[in-house]
């Protein structure tokens, strides 16, 4: 259970390093800089993912919620 576990860990923590790798590469003008941190920012999202995830989803419910809807009230 415990092998399981750890395996389903490694197995979503390497396809979000891929993935936010991918996006990162296709930011482009960003400084050296901004880049290092970047990658470390990913690094460390990428080893903690269970808790890092749950949290940029709700903030993106909250952003999704908070924007105004634009429902005139009419139907047509």
């Known amino acids: 259970m415990t092998l399981l576990l750890i395996g389903f860990y490694m197995l979503v923590g390497f396809y ?3 993935t936010w790798l991918n996006f990162l590469k296709r930011g482009a003008g960003l400084s ?3 880049k290092v941190l970047s990658f470390l920012t ?3 999202a ?3 993912w ?3 995830l749950p ?5 993106l419910l909250d952003a999704t919620v908070s924007q105004p809807q634009n429902y005139s009230g009419r139907t047509s």
């Open 16 to 18: 979000l390093l891929a």
């Open 32 to 34: 050296p800089q901004q």
């Open 42 to 44: 990913v690094g460390i």
């Open 46 to 48: 990428t080893v903690f």
């Open 50 to 52: 269970p808790l890092v």
């Open 55 to 59: 949290i940029a989803y709700v903030k």
